[in-house]
């Protein structure tokens, strides 16, 4: 069997080189970081269209109710614009299944989609922003129309992640290094532009604060911070484009090796309407999937988005300059253990083990953190997180709420977003098991099947942000920024953002995944048989025949088959115990041994 490093192909793995490994997640970081910048739409669009665009520095005066409007309309926009999805996602997917050209099958893809991300922000937030503010309508046009493209150009590099994989490497533990590398694209990307964004720009000195003021009652309300004023824009669009094309052409350059007809599955005919429909109805493991995926994205964002890092390190803590970025760093550091725990897991034991073991770890975690956010008391310094201080001379001030929180939130943070991270090389996993299933090689749509759901749930984000936090604290008429001060009823809205939300997804995973089938033993079996298929296709026979022929692990010749994984044959740990009793009731593996009853592939 090929080393894992060589890069090679046999006939039981195809293997990538490890710089292709470590290089390809990079292709969701540079989606990624448009995700993390259009949080701060919700920022702009009250700048821009309450004709508030000339608070550069000075005061704007805007209607309390048309700020509210426009938050609200904000919210209500990106569920609906999903509505749209529905069409561009299976429309990118059947596209992307039937497309083969010289520069391959996903490559186009991802070039194009960066592209149109790019010029959705050059629309929103450069050509026309320069509109007077008697032009109100064509700054509701131009709004639009980015997020339409915004929108295209999202699914069409963001299925690539997905879909691609199933070319780049079918080894389990090379899948399962997803995790590490994502993170460090995670890092250079969400992180990055939430720390330039929420911590590096919100100095003065660097960028210039837009303000804008408005009253309802009789009561005036300032809204003050770097993102209403249009300096913030001019630096933060050109880092996000520039930064998006460096990480997509890592990205091309890794898969571009792999990005072949010979690396691709065998399907004898494109697939139709009629099995993107048989796909939804009887492949059941992706159905598992992307539900407890897309929930959990929803929890993640709502916890994790700028909005809750203001209300909790700002309002309720009371310092969030002092606490955002040193907290983000520390929750890295916990990452980068858990994702190594996590990746070891699942190259010896499949995704589903990892999802699984890390989901329940993030809730464990978390019942820790909910009970410090429960005992939160505004009036008492003993229960606010503090980790410096400037009083008498700089100096590190660490109190025993601080230790518990960064113990429970680090660990929760780290296994949770192993977790997440874990689940995009299960669409890969369940494309291998379409095939195996069906005969049909369909990476695009699966990947957009997966990213359709993953968005119609995660864009529910900044309405859940709106429901709980905006409507939920009197007196509240926007999301929470940099300075808005503490009120009433944003513990309550801390808990349930913060904390509630994600365990509740955390459930709803559990449960799914004691559904998914595709374990370990089970993913051994499906590339196996994929792989004698597809080799005895080569050499003439036609699929159905070869699906008649193959259809168990004890049917493979030897040399398809992959060798069973590091973790074979050590005792049995708590852990697998508790595994095997709990989410192993619906895998389904053939009891014979391999190749037991072998059937070669005929000579023609």
């Avoid at 997905?162 to 995670?186: E, H, Y």
């Avoid at 990480?247 to 090796?257: K, L, P, Q, S």
């Avoid at 939160?376 to 410096?388: E, G, K, Q, R, V």
């Amino acid at each position: 069997m090929a080393n894992q490093n060589t890069g090679g192909s046999t006939a039981a793995v195809n293997r990538a080189k490890q710089w292709q490994v470590a290089l390809f997640p990079f292709n969701n970081a540079a989606t990624n970081v448009y995700f993390a910048f259009y949080t701060y739409f919700t920022y702009y669009a009250i700048m821009y269209l309450t004709g508030s665009t000339g608070a550069a520095l000075g005061t704007a005066v805007a209607s309390g109710a048309l700020v509210l409007a426009v938050s609200t309309f904000n919210s209500l926009f990106a569920p609906l614009m999903r509505i749209f999805d529905g069409i561009t996602d299976p429309v990118c997917g059947g596209l992307m299944d039937r497309t083969k050209t010289r520069f391959g099958k996903f490559r186009p893809f991802m070039v194009g989609g960066n592209i149109l991300l790019a010029l959705s922000l050059l629309l929103m937030m450069v050509f026309f922003r320069g509109l007077p503010d008697s032009a109100s309508f064509w700054r509701w046009v131009v709004y639009i129309v980015s997020y339409v493209v915004y929108v295209i150009g999202y699914t069409a590099q963001c299925a690539c992640t997905k879909a691609g994989q199933t070319c780049l490497t079918n080894d389990p533990k090379q899948r399962s290094q997803f995790v590490i590398w994502n993170m460090i694209g995670m890092i250079g990307s969400i992180v990055l532009v939430n720390v330039m964004a929420g911590g590096v720009l919100t100095n003065e000195a660097i960028c210039p604060k837009g303000t804008i003021t408005y009253t309802v009652d009789g009561v005036e309300t300032v809204l003050r911070g770097a993102a209403y004023g249009p300096q913030f824009y001019n630096i933060m669009v050109p880092f996000v484009i520039v930064l998006s094309a460096v990480y997509t052409i890592m990205a091309v350059a890794a898969i571009a090796e792999k990005d072949r007809p010979e690396f691709w599955g065998v399907s004898e005919k494109p697939a139709t309407l009629r099995d993107y429909a048989g796909i939804l109805r009887h492949n059941k493991e992706i159905r598992w999937l992307v539900t407890s995926a897309g929930l959990n994205k929803l929890a993640s964002t709502v916890a994790t988005s700028g909005t809750v890092a203001f209300l909790v390190y700002g309002c309720l803590m009371g310092d969030y300059n002092g606490l955002f970025i040193p907290f983000y760093v520390l929750c890295f550091v916990f990452m980068g253990i858990f994702f190594l725990w996590g990746s070891k897991t699942a190259g010896q034991k499949g995704q589903k083990r990892g999802v699984a073991q890390f989901t329940v770890f993030a809730f464990l975690f978390y019942i820790g953190v909910l009970a410090l956010l429960i005992a939160y008391d505004h009036n008492n310094p003993a229960t606010w997180l503090s980790i410096f201080s400037t009083e008498g001379g700089f100096h590190i001030t660490i109190n025993l709420y601080t230790i518990l929180f960064i113990v429970f939130y680090g660990c929760g943070y780290g296994a949770f977003n192993c977790c997440d991270n874990l689940t995009i090389p299960m669409v890969a996993d369940c494309t291998d098991y379409e095939t195996y299933r069906s005969g049909n090689y369909v990476p695009g749509i699966m990947g957009t099947v997966f990213s359709l759901v993953d968005k119609l749930i995660s864009s529910l984000q900044t309405l859940l942000l709106q429901i709980f936090i905006v409507f939920l604290v009197p007196g509240l008429n926007a999301l929470p920024a940099e300075g808005t001060p503490y009120m009433d009823g944003m513990k309550l809205s801390a808990i349930i953002c913060f904390c509630l939300l994600p365990m509740a997804s955390w459930l709803v995973t559990t449960f799914c995944m004691t559904r998914y089938s595709l374990s370990g033993d089970k993913m051994r079996e499906v590339q196996a048989v994929n792989a004698v298929r597809k080799a005895a296709v080569q050499q003439g026979m036609s699929m159905e025949e070869a699906m008649k022929t193959w259809q168990t692990i004890d049917q493979v010749p030897a040399e398809f088959v992959q060798e069973k994984a590091d973790s074979a044959g050590k005792p049995e740990t708590f852990l697998d115990r508790i595994y095997q009793k709990v989410f192993t009731k619906y895998e389904k593996i053939g009891s014979a041994a391999p190749s037991s009853n072998a059937v070669q592939i005929p000579k023609r």
